[in-house]
């Protein structure tokens, strides 16, 4: 069952979401060569907390960590350890905050230091993606708006779009419906109504789209072993433009992707 928001719900909603944004931000900001992925999970922990909220991934499932912090080749679900950060690595940090009763739920990808053209091609054009989809999440679309024009561009691009792992609607709960695929699935073909809240979160990868999940029970990385990347709004269906509820600025015009 699809949940729509009430107002009264937004008026709640809209204020965890900026503090998922807002952790995020610091978190991406405390990134830097010789930290552990532990440390950065910790120091998560402590804005969430400094804002008010707590994270809504620790536990969920028995999920073990604050945040979801993959390194490279690493594609969701990274699990917080004592790995040191190295000068060119790129990581993907996912934070879901719980604040007054709803979640939001953003995430992106940022170089350690500073990255090779390679790499940094891969984050631009998954960014792109992001907001390429949230482009068509407009009242009266259906999922399959969202999910092609992310496919496309992706594709288009060079890159593989991951399978196993979609967006999906968010709210008082982590996964609500609908699932909101970053490939086409004629199975997810909701239209879109105001008053939705989807998490578009494109998974993408520098080579095959192939994943794997390691042992930890948890990891999720490329069979291939190329890089990664992962770019996540929470996003409010309205009666016009989207709005992006984990985003304080505007929605950017198309990057430049070289």
């Given at each position: 069952m699809i949940i729509l928001k009430s107002e009264r719900d937004l008026e709640a909603m809209r204020p965890a979401c900026v503090v998922a944004s807002a952790v995020l931000n610091e978190v991406a900001a405390f990134i830097r060569p010789?930290?552990?992925?532990?440390?950065?999970?910790?120091?998560?922990?402590?804005?969430?907390?400094?804002h008010g909220g707590r994270s809504a991934f620790l536990g969920y499932r028995k999920y073990p960590c604050q945040t979801c912090i993959s390194v490279n080749d690493e594609v969701v679900h990274g699990l917080a350890n004592e790995r040191v950060l190295k000068f060119g690595d790129i990581v993907s940090v996912d934070c879901g905050v719980?604040?007054?009763?709803?979640?939001?739920?953003?995430?992106?990808?940022?170089?350690?230091?500073?990255?090779?053209?390679?790499?940094?091609?891969?984050?631009?054009?998954?960014?792109?993606?992001?907001?390429?989809?949230?482009?068509?999440?407009?009242?009266?679309?259906?999922?399959?708006?969202?999910?092609?024009?992310?496919?496309?561009?992706?594709?288009?691009?060079?890159?593989?779009?991951?399978?196993?792992?979609?967006g999906h609607g968010v709210g008082r709960t982590m996964h609500e419906e609908p699932q909101v695929p970053n490939f086409v699935d004629g199975r997810c073909n909701q239209k879109l109504r105001p008053g939705m809240t989807i998490a578009i979160e494109p998974m993408v990868t520098?080579?095959?789209?192939?994943?794997?999940?390691?042992?930890?029970?948890?990891?999720?990385?490329?069979?291939?072993?190329?890089?990664?990347?992962?770019?996540?709004?929470?996003?409010?269906?309205?009666?016009?433009?989207?709005?992006?509820?984990?985003?304080?600025?505007?929605?950017?015009s198309r990057l430049k992707v070289s």
């Amino acid at each position: 069952m699809i949940i729509l928001k009430s107002e009264r719900d937004l008026e709640a909603m809209r204020p965890a979401c900026v503090v998922a944004s807002a952790v995020l931000n610091e978190v991406a900001a405390f990134i830097r060569p010789g930290v552990t992925t532990k440390q950065v999970d910790v120091f998560a922990a402590e804005r969430m907390k400094a804002h008010g909220g707590r994270s809504a991934f620790l536990g969920y499932r028995k999920y073990p960590c604050q945040t979801c912090i993959s390194v490279n080749d690493e594609v969701v679900h990274g699990l917080a350890n004592e790995r040191v950060l190295k000068f060119g690595d790129i990581v993907s940090v996912d934070c879901g905050v719980m604040y007054r009763g709803f979640i939001g739920d953003t995430a992106k990808t940022v170089a350690v230091g500073g990255c090779g053209v390679i790499a940094q091609r891969l984050m631009d054009v998954t960014a792109q993606a992001l907001y390429e989809g949230i482009a068509q999440a407009l009242p009266g679309n259906r999922v399959t708006d969202i999910s092609r024009v992310i496919q496309n561009y992706v594709e288009g691009n060079g890159y593989g779009v991951v399978r196993e792992f979609v967006g999906h609607g968010v709210g008082r709960t982590m996964h609500e419906e609908p699932q909101v695929p970053n490939f086409v699935d004629g199975r997810c073909n909701q239209k879109l109504r105001p008053g939705m809240t989807i998490a578009i979160e494109p998974m993408v990868t520098a080579g095959r789209p192939e994943v794997k999940v390691l042992k930890d029970g948890w990891t999720v990385v490329t069979q291939d072993g190329s890089l990664s990347a992962h770019f996540e709004h929470t996003v409010l269906i309205t009666e016009g433009e989207p709005e992006i509820l984990t985003c304080m600025e505007k929605m950017p015009s198309r990057l430049k992707v070289s």
